[in-house]
């Protein structure tokens, strides 16, 4: 008989038009951090503005942390956490793509314990130390459909040249935001790349010796949905009905990485863009992609997998 432990605890508020019902949740905190990227996009296509009159109708006060990156670096999350404590910030909210919540999170962590973020990393050079002191409570408004940090505790920081990720129970998101009609202005290319990488965090889990029947679920349904609109999504960003596929096979992909978890085509890419940090996530995954999977199907070992993960994507005749 199977046993296993099943543990999600992220509210997670989904659909078009969701960031509008924010201010009517029982948000975690009266005063909140907002953590954004150093780029314009969230300005520029008004989310910033929505998000700030939800907490304005919520009765909570805010700050702005503008500095997260593509590839969010150690040294923003230890700036970000220094100007939470000063500030009095009791939660933290996440407002953009993987990297501005991953900086979020681990801003969280870093604004209630000592020394460095890097003390607590396992792996490389980090010390590996315990975490002390609860993380602030995370908030997570996703505007992009690639990490599925949303839906998982996992954060991904880099520091020199290690990129390593991190997480425990308690930085999962309190409670995520996932507006489909906050994705509409991402480019193609970025649809695509940030599409392929929540592909892989399915294909990945679903190949992991970690994987059980509840991650299977979620990994075959996200596979089957971005094989059904990615393509369209690419094509035609205003495509309400695949946009919604793509984000919700993102928010899937994540809960995977909560209950299976990745394998190692993430843990090369990420050294890849460790070393590279222009390089677009999903870009150096689709990168390896070929070969590596390639080299599972010669292998035999998860010939089965292969075959329904190659018919969830529509190829009926897989066999």
Known sequence: MMNFNYYIPTRILFGQGQL??????????????????????VRRYGYMDR????????????????????NPVESAVMEGARFAAKEGCDFVIGLGGGSSIDTAKA??????????YWDYISGGTGKGKPVLNDPLPIVA????????????????????????????????????????DL?????????AYQGFDALF?????YLNVTAFPISDLYALQSIELIGKSLAAAVNCGSDKEARGDVALANTLAGMVESTSGCISEHAIEHAMSACHPDLPHGAGLIMISREYY????????CEERMVRMAKALGHTGAA
């Open 20 to 41: 509008s019902s924010l201010h009517s949740q029982k948000l975690p905190g009266k005063k909140a951090l907002i953590v954004i990227s150093s780029g314009r996009s």
């Open 51 to 70: 998000l700030e009159k939800e907490l304005e109708l919520a009765g909570v006060s805010h700050v702005l942390f503008d500095k997260a990156q593509p």
């Open 107 to 116: 801003i969280a962590v870093m604004a209630t314990n000592e020394g460095d």
């Open 141 to 180: 408004v996703t505007t992009t459909a690639g990490t599925g940090t949303e839906a998982d505790p996992w954060t991904v920081i880099t520091k020199g040249n290690e990129k390593i990720g991190f997480g425990y129970e308690k930085t999962f998101p309190v409670l995520s935001v996932v507006d489909p």
């Open 183 to 191: 994705m509409m202005s991402v480019p193609a290319r970025l649809t």
């Open 201 to 205: 965090h399915s294909t990945e889990g």
């Open 294 to 301: 390639t080299l599972f199907a010669k292998s035999g070992k």
